[in-house]
């Protein structure tokens, strides 16, 4: 059991920044793949950034050149760094965590963090 828990969200104007971090349990040596989705009110879950054990940072394109994703395995943490945010950009951020690979990685979540963001 890995324990995932997302912090930093909070109400933003459209333009700024936000750091939204991802405290995890487990060995970071066990985890397959990485990443954040988001979900706005009535939408589907949307993915954002991953990082695949094997392969460097992904960006998905309708937040690329504004997001980043970074990791600090030594103190267990993941990071999404939101720049010039949107009101789009408005949801739930969810950290999410594979433990193992392939079709035996079992899936960590979150709880999520509220990021809004206001014209």
């Known amino acids: 059991q890995v324990k995932v828990v997302e912090s930093g969200g909070g109400l933003v104007e459209a333009g700024g920044s936000l750091l939204l971090s991802c405290a995890h349990s487990g060995r970071t040596a066990d985890f397959g793949n990485i990443g954040w989705y988001r979900q706005s009110r009535g939408g589907q879950r949307e993915l954002v950034a991953s990082w695949p054990d094997d392969d460097g940072p992904r960006i998905e394109d309708s937040v690329k050149g504004r997001f980043t994703i970074s990791r600090n395995s030594g103190i267990n943490m993941i990071y999404l760094r939101m720049n010039t945010l949107k009101p789009d950009d408005t949801g739930v951020y969810y950290c999410?965590?594979?433990?193992?690979?392939?079709?035996?990685?079992?899936?960590?979540w979150g709880q999520g963090t509220q990021v809004t963001v206001s014209s």
């Open positions: 999410y965590i594979d433990v193992g690979r392939g079709p035996y990685a079992v899936r960590f």
